[in-house]
């Protein structure tokens, strides 16, 4: 069975510094991976997807994730967090290929500080 | 390109009760799904429909319907509702073919109090 832990349930960064949210899953074979943001009253919104194509992933926004396999971990960062970060974040891996059934870690409520 | 969109955004109901919930599907996507999100929580997958047919189901009892139509928008239905019941239902669409790296394009959800 696949599964993701997001380590953090709440982090809190002052504006203008690194953003470093972190997400280890669990797969018995090659996983797709997501991060989606979910703002107060809106729908979830993908932020960047691993193809394996590349283990470092570039997403919208300035945030990057990258795969390290031998961790299992797929950490969520961003250079300088902005106040319109703000937001819940979900690490996701997919259920197996082909299919679109998503696991949801239980989330990161990310505030800015000013 | 029109979005994923879900009516109502907000319901109240009573236990015992039966609820539909409704979703039109991004244009072009012909598969979609539905989650539950519960206060606190990630979105919990419910099921799947493809073409008119449930294609996948997460651990949800029977008394959690859906309907495909064919211009491949959906209805949830959740009957003998529970106080648990309680939650965002989120509704996603998704086009086949991206192979194993489908992104879902997600509506803004269905607000659902039980009461």
């Known amino acids: 069975a696949q599964s993701v832990t997001q380590l953090d349930s709440h982090v809190s960064v002052s504006e203008g510094t690194p953003v470093l949210l972190r997400c280890n899953y669990s797969s018995s074979y090659s996983p797709s991976l997501f991060w989606y943001v979910q703002h107060p009253n809106k729908g979830l919104q993908l932020l960047l997807k691993?193809?394996?194509?590349?283990?470092l992933v570039k997403g919208i926004n300035g945030f990057e994730a990258e795969f390290k396999k031998s961790e299992t971990s797929f950490h969520l960062t961003k250079p300088s967090a902005h106040m319109s970060d703000a937001a819940e974040y979900f690490c996701v891996v997919s259920d197996r290929a082909g299919t679109y059934k998503y696991i949801f870690g239980t989330g990161t409520r990310l505030k800015v500080l000013a | 390109e029109t979005g994923v969109t879900q009516s109502p955004t907000h319901l109240i109901k009573t236990r015992g009760q039966q609820v539909t919930l409704r979703c039109s599907s991004q244009s072009g996507h012909n598969t979609v799904s539905w989650y539950q999100q519960a206060l606190g929580q990630g979105p919990q997958f419910i099921f799947q429909?493809?073409?008119?047919?449930?294609?996948g189901r997460g651990n949800f009892p029977p008394r959690f319907s859906g309907l495909q139509f064919p211009n491949y928008s959906s209805e949830l239905n959740v009957n003998a509702l529970e106080l648990d019941d309680s939650a965002l239902y989120l509704c996603?669409?998704?086009?086949?073919?991206?192979?194993?790296?489908?992104?879902?394009?997600f509506g803004e959800g269905s607000r659902l109090t039980v009461l």
């Open positions: 429909y493809y073409r008119e047919e449930e294609n």
């Open positions: 996603a669409s998704s086009y086949p073919g991206q192979g194993a790296h489908g992104e879902l394009f």
């Open positions: 691993y193809t394996s194509a590349a283990t």
